[in-house]
């Protein structure tokens, strides 16, 4: 699905970002990343803002990052945000720091030296709206077609399908990661109020289930942000920041760019039963809240602004084939489930599927606006067709597929039980939340995605097996 056009500015928001995260480390709080930067709201552009923040800068404002790269990289360092929306916005304070991720994994110093010189901005600033148009650029689509790989031995053909990045670069300091200067905050089109939405639609992949026959895994939400980072293993592996945007995680605690199985295995979990499988997906942010990642790889330098919202509930519920008995997943199986890059790859492995409680009958691929007392939800569904001999393939996706419309596997693979996660949040009111995203993708509820590896213990998976195919509820 080409994505609408979008408009870019950056220039004003590279300043509201790096003064913002200056206040914010001085102990001020600077909110202007708020619903006032959608359709309807009646305050300011941030353009009073923008003119006292650079005068108090000065033209050397943003050289306190402390690398040798200080000219192109501090430019760079809040890319994409509206001057009305996002400035000084970051993750809560239980976001990145020491939250499970190795000791160079979100290092500032990633950037090369000639990153985004030129900021390849046009002079045009967005309307007070968060846009100057109706639509996203169709030249900044295009654009992403060079942008969609990074490196890594025969990754090149795959990062496209893939939605994360194949780099097996093992984050080297010298890999660019693009697209930082085609940040941009949602758009008033991506917002859908749920009662609008026809009962019955939404489709998506996934979700022909058996009318009986259910395995619950508990496992917590990630409230107090013990395990994020940037990082994707199942999509991305061998790569720091291979997402450009933060995931919570439940399951194993270790889960990083460079986590083996047996790394995986040896840690601890936060599920019960002892299954120390992975399971993760990207953060939601309140855009009126603030954190400490302004300049951090996945938070600001990407474009991800906002106090992280942690989900109220996670569901994540395996069920059975509506055609025949699943079998047992085998253990390091990966899971993957929508595209973090469906605005430039289309529409092809996108999943994404969002409703509001009390209105489960209907789902949509926009943001829904819940009415009052009403919360936020994320429905996640992974394929479940196993080729029946690979736990991974080249592009990660290829070993499992989703089921036949009828929820019948294709010749050649057979059913494992098929996991739904069910993510709940307590929602900001309006339009002031976004989802996680790589920059040039520019928050759009379609990049929705989730990731798993299976390392339930074989008795564990050999139960849920039973209790499905038995029809029971577990």
């Excluded at 220039?11 to 970002?17: D, E």
């Excluded at 780099?167 to 089109?189: C, H, L, M, T, V």
């Excluded at 026809?198 to 395995?215: L, N, V």
């Amino acid at each position: 699905m080409p994505r609408r056009g979008r408009h870019r500015t950056t220039g004003p928001v590279r300043i509201i970002a790096a003064a913002a995260a200056v206040l914010v480390t001085g102990g001020i709080v600077v909110a202007a990343g708020s619903a006032s930067a959608h359709t309807g709201s009646d305050s300011s552009d941030g353009s009073g803002l923008v003119s006292s923040l650079t005068e108090s800068l000065g033209a050397d404002g943003h050289d306190e990052q402390g690398s040798d790269d200080s000219t192109d990289q501090s430019s760079d360092d809040a890319d994409g945000q509206s001057g009305d929306e996002q400035s000084g916005d970051g993750q809560s304070g239980d976001g990145q720091s020491g939250d499970g991720q190795s000791g160079d994994e979100q290092s500032g110093d990633e950037q090369s030296g000639d990153e985004q010189s030129g900021d390849e901005q046009s002079g045009d600033e967005q309307s007070g709206d968060g846009r100057s148009g109706d639509d996203r650029d169709q030249d900044a689509d295009q654009d992403q077609d060079a942008d969609q790989v990074r490196g890594g031995d025969g990754g090149d053909a795959q990062a496209q399908d893939n939605g994360e990045d194949n780099g097996q670069d093992n984050g080297g300091d010298e890999e660019q990661f693009k697209g930082r200067d085609k940040a941009s905050p949602p758009d008033a089109s991506d917002f859908v109020d749920i009662r609008e939405v026809e009962p019955g639609s939404g489709g998506g992949r996934g979700g022909q289930f058996s009318a009986a026959g259910t395995f619950r895994v508990d496992c917590g939400t990630n409230a107090d942000g013990a395990h994020r980072n940037s990082d994707n293993l199942v999509l991305g592996p061998g790569k720091r920041n291979a997402a450009q945007h933060v995931h919570d995680y439940v399951g194993t605690t270790a889960t990083t760019f460079a986590s083996s199985d047996d790394e995986l295995r040896d840690a601890s979990t936060t599920c019960t039963d002892g299954d120390r499988s992975t399971y993760y997906w990207p953060v939601i942010r309140d855009l009126n809240g603030t954190g400490p990642d302004a300049f951090d790889d996945g938070g600001g330098l990407d474009g991800n602004f906002g106090s992280i919202l942690p989900a109220s509930s996670v569901d994540l519920t395996f069920h059975g084939n509506p055609t025949e008995d699943v079998v047992a997943a085998p253990q390091g199986l990966r899971l993957a489930t929508g595209d973090a890059k469906a605005v430039t790859n289309g529409d092809a492995n996108a999943n994404a599927r969002w409703t509001c409680t009390g209105f489960e009958d209907r789902t949509t691929t926009r943001y829904p606006l819940c009415p009052q007392g009403s919360k936020l939800v994320r429905i996640l569904d992974f394929p479940s067709c196993w080729d029946g001999e690979n736990t991974d393939s080249d592009d990660h996706r290829a070993h499992i597929a989703f089921p036949e419309d009828d929820g019948s596997c294709a010749d050649g693979t057979e059913p494992v039980p098929a996991l739904r996660m069910t993510l709940t949040y307590d929602r900001p009111d309006g339009r002031a939340f976004a989802l996680d995203s790589f920059p040039d993708q520019q928050h759009a509820p379609e990049t929705d995605h989730a990731s798993s590896i299976n390392l339930m213990p074989d008795d564990l998976m050999d139960r849920a097996v039973r209790c499905i195919n038995d029809g029971q509820t577990c």
